[in-house]
């Protein structure tokens, strides 16, 4: 991705930020800088710019349980939020601005050395491309930081300077020419940030999907051709029941439930879309359904729908209008909606779609549930 040019700055140094990263912290520390920056607001202390990182990282740990860090490694961002998400039950759908504003207050110790931690590195080995005639030597790292300051701060044209040492109150100043651009060119540098972070994330997550969809709280999604679908099935079929209540939903203004959570597989595929009220679904959450007391459930409801579709016109209406946006993967639409299938040979087919998906999301952390309404 091409950033912007500018005469007065070297962008080929900006485009080298994130060469040979290592752990997410880079992509958070600039991504803060980037938020707050503006040719009037050029200085921030450490303590504000780690906060943003808490809050970017907040729900793509504790909704999408999403590794930050290399495996089997210890990430201070990744474990911050997860002490503070069991310590203090604060939901993963909190405004962002409560977390910044309970991160600002609080005074608890254990979060505090997690700030603290997380600043040992980046501040200053972010800029680590712009240093073309400074020479840091390897001990220096992790030495006094007053002296390594007084070094970075020789070099020319950084895209900021270290002006008070004073551990998480150490303040930065952006170089005004770089705030103009950061704040200019604000929406390219975030998209090719969140680019680069996409990237970082699917490689420490290779199992889990849609991870494009998983670095911000979702946007409202539009389910009605999916509840419109069950609707008819469940008008000609009033007998139809919950999976999980066992309640029969005729009467129920119903909800649609992702079997295996929204929060693992980022998409609404019809086969892993069934009815429950919503009294249910509250209660499930973005919990995983325990499988060998709901599968078969599912595979029955699954079947019937599928049978309806072939015997009545107004149900396979309907499910023409949910394959142009619920079925998006050719082969599984062959596979599980093959004309003449028995219940057995359905089942099988749905299990093989939903059981691997369904496993790596407990292997991702995702806690089985079931209902006890």
Not at 229 to 240: A, E, N
Not at 342 to 349: D, G, L, M, V, Y
Request: contains cysteine; proline residues 5%.
């Amino acid at each position: 991705m091409q950033l912007p040019f500018s005469e007065e700055l070297n962008i080929g140094y900006l485009s080298r930020l994130f060469d040979n990263t290592s752990n997410c912290y880079k992509f958070f520390w600039f991504q803060a800088i980037l938020r707050k920056v503006d040719r009037n607001h050029n200085r921030f202390t450490f303590d504000e710019l780690i906060d943003e990182m808490i809050a970017d990282a907040w729900y793509m740990v504790t909704e999408y349980h999403l590794r930050l860090g290399p495996l089997g490694v210890t990430d201070n961002l990744e474990e911050v939020v997860k002490y503070i998400y069991q310590e203090y039950r604060i939901m993963p759908s909190e405004k962002r601005e409560k977390i910044l504003e309970f991160l600002k207050d609080t005074d608890d110790q254990k979060i505090i050395r997690y700030k603290r931690s997380l600043t040992l590195n980046v501040p200053y080995r972010l800029q680590a491309p712009f240093y073309d005639s400074i020479d840091i030597k390897g001990t220096m790292w992790y030495g006094p930081k007053e002296r390594l300051t007084a070094v970075i701060n020789q070099q020319k044209r950084l895209m900021y300077y270290f002006v008070l040492i004073q551990g998480l109150n150490t303040v930065i100043e952006v170089n005004p020419a770089w705030a103009v651009y950061l704040e200019k060119h604000r929406e390219i540098l975030s998209g090719w940030t969140k680019l680069k972070l996409i990237q970082y994330l699917q490689n420490k997550n290779p199992s889990v999907p849609g991870i494009a969809d998983k670095i911000e709280p979702p946007v409202a999604r539009d389910m009605e051709r999916v509840r419109k679908y069950w609707r008819v099935i469940i008008q000609i079929d009033p007998s139809l029941r919950d999976i999980y209540g066992d309640t029969v939903l005729a009467d129920q203004a119903i909800s649609v439930d992702h079997f295996v959570p929204w929060q693992y597989v980022a998409h609404d595929e019809l086969w892993n879309l069934h009815p429950t009220t919503r009294t249910i679904n509250s209660s499930k959450s973005n919990l995983l359904p325990e499988w060998h007391q709901y599968f078969d459930k599912l595979g029955e409801m699954e079947y019937r729908a599928y049978v309806m579709r072939t015997k009545y016109d107004a149900v396979s209406r309907e499910f023409e209008k949910c394959a142009m946006y619920h079925l998006n993967n050719q082969e599984i639409r062959n596979q599980l909606y093959e004309d003449g299938l028995s219940a057995p040979q359905f089942k099988e087919r749905l299990a093989h779609v939903i059981r691997p998906v369904y496993e790596s999301a407990v292997n991702c952390g995702f806690r089985e549930w079931h209902y006890d309404g």
